[in-house]
């Protein structure tokens, strides 16, 4: 199981930018997948946005398309995600994930469990 450390979390006025970072405690050399879940205040927990390790492969929720980015840092065992263009509706809890398999592509934003989780952070996104 990786440890994953979240930061970067905070209050924003809707239009503006943040960046997320997690921080793994290591990138199997087989291939993990990591990504971005947000649990939304009356709204079910939904994936956002996911990138596989070894291929750095990308895929992100059609609400966040356009305005988030997800990338990494191998050296740093690190996972970003930049945030523009933000709206209310991005307010949320943001937990960084992890599985030990690299081969689910887009259906990781539909899972509802994963390996190993993040303890989160708040974005709030004011209007």
């Known amino acids: 199981q990786v440890q994953l450390v979240e930061s970067g979390g905070g209050l924003v006025q809707s239009g503006g930018s943040l960046r997320l970072s997690c921080a793994a405690s290591k990138f199997s050399r087989n291939g993990y997948t990591i990504g971005w879940t947000r649990q939304s205040p009356g709204k079910e927990r939904e994936g956002v946005s996911c990138i596989v390790i070894t291929a750095g492969t990308t895929y992100y929720a059609d609400a966040v398309k356009g305005r988030f980015t997800i990338s990494m840092d191998n050296a740093k065992n690190t996972v970003y995600l930049e945030m523009k263009d933000l709206i209310p509706e991005d307010t949320g809890v943001y937990y960084c994930?992890?599985?030990?398999?690299?081969?689910?592509?887009?259906?990781?934003?539909?899972?509802?469990?994963?390996?190993?989780w993040g303890q989160g952070t708040q974005v709030t996104v004011s209007s």
């Open positions: 994930a992890a599985d030990p398999f690299n081969n689910v592509g887009a259906n990781w934003l539909k899972m509802l469990s994963h390996s190993s």
